[in-house]
């Protein structure tokens, strides 16, 4: 048994969570239709429970084993009437691998597919997805599904879809790159503009670069350290369970940025996950939370009213900053992250299921 698959059973046995596999589909008129994308690995916890269900997604290079200690303090906080699921997205975790012929729906838009049908498949209704970074981008990418009840955020920026504005969005005040060589943010977007990046090729390896850790192809390089500590701070046994989610991470699925820029362009969508929608009635908005760490590298793209400008689905934003917090804040602070998600959902979860 490898590594994740170890960690992904043990940490099921802790939480109590039912284990098992769902077969998931994804695919959009610029991929070319529907194509399978392997079985997706799910905990389900209190699935009997009589409140709107709970579904969480987690990080690029990550799994939900990363997330136990904040799923352990949400059960904690909402009871046991509270159903929580959560998935490894494929490619991930002890999911599936992506057949070859299906890595272009490796996308946030391709796992906003898989996510659906991961809500079809279980009949989930109403629900309220908790997204950390990738899933949280994921989360916010299908806030206008029907199966979706209220969206909750954790680093996950809302950039414009160009390759400024993922460097915008994603890059770091600066990051040492496997050459050893630093650069900063202001000196990757001056590159960026530059005609030797004209070509996508050019700039598939300009990001291969930039995002060493998750995006390179074997998932290592020097650029580790400064990105665990970003994520949860210097030390901590979150760090070791990152990495092994890292190694263990398909590598044509964690070079995923390229998809980013190619497939969200041609489907000329304006923003990573949040999506401008129609003018619509108050009452047609959804709700929506984003926690963010203080010390976050992406702080300055996820803010309330970023999320306002770029959404129009959107309705009593509230935007709360863990102090302290990097940008793992809602698994190193997880029990400080389960109380404002309880103090938030409260008033909007019933007693029972529509």
């Not at 170890?6 to 529907?34: K, N």
């Not at 600066?174 to 050019?202: C, D, F, N, W, Y």
């Amino acid at each position: 048994m490898d590594t994740v698959r170890r960690l992904t059973v043990e940490a099921g046995e802790r939480l109590g969570a039912r284990d098992f596999m769902l077969s998931v589909s994804a695919g959009t008129a610029v991929t070319g239709g529907s194509k399978p994308m392997g079985r997706v690995h799910c905990w389900g916890i209190n699935e009997t429970g009589k409140t709107h269900p709970i579904v969480l997604m987690h990080q690029n290079s990550g799994s939900k084993v990363t997330m136990e200690p904040f799923i352990a303090a949400l059960k904690q906080e909402l009871g046991d009437e509270q159903p929580i699921y959560a998935f490894d997205f494929p490619g991930h975790g002890a999911s599936d691998d992506v057949p070859d012929d299906s890595l272009c729906n490796a996308s946030i838009n391709g796992f906003s597919q898989v996510a659906t049908d991961v809500l079809k498949q279980l009949n989930l209704e109403n629900a309220t997805l908790i997204g950390f970074s990738l899933g949280g981008n994921v989360a916010q990418n299908m806030m206008d599904r029907k199966r979706v009840g209220r969206v909750i955020s954790s680093g996950a920026p809302t950039v414009k879809i160009s390759p400024t504005g993922l460097v915008n969005g994603f890059f770091p005040d600066s990051v040492t790159l496997p050459t050893g060589q630093t650069i900063t943010r202001e000196e990757a977007l001056h590159q960026l503009t530059t005609s030797e990046l004209a070509s996508p090729e050019a700039r598939r390896r300009f990001f291969t670069q930039l995002f060493p850790m998750f995006f390179h192809p074997d998932g290592k390089s020097a650029a580790k350290d400064g990105v665990l500590t970003a994520y949860f701070g210097p030390t901590g046994s979150a760090r070791d369970t990152l990495i092994s989610c890292v190694e263990r991470t398909q590598p044509s699925v964690r070079t995923g940025i390229t998809n980013l820029v190619a497939y969200y362009k041609a489907e000329a969508r304006n923003t990573v996950g949040l999506v401008t929608q129609p003018q619509r009635r108050d009452e047609e908005r959804k709700l929506f939370l984003s926690i963010d760490g203080e010390k976050c590298p992406f702080g300055r793209t996820t803010t309330r009213k970023t999320f306002i400008e770029n959404c129009d689905a959107l309705s009593h934003v509230r935007h709360v900053v863990i102090k302290g917090g990097r940008h793992g804040a809602l698994v190193t602070h997880a029990k400080e992250s389960a109380r404002v998600i309880k103090e938030w959902l409260e008033p909007h979860m019933p007693a029972t299921k529509l």
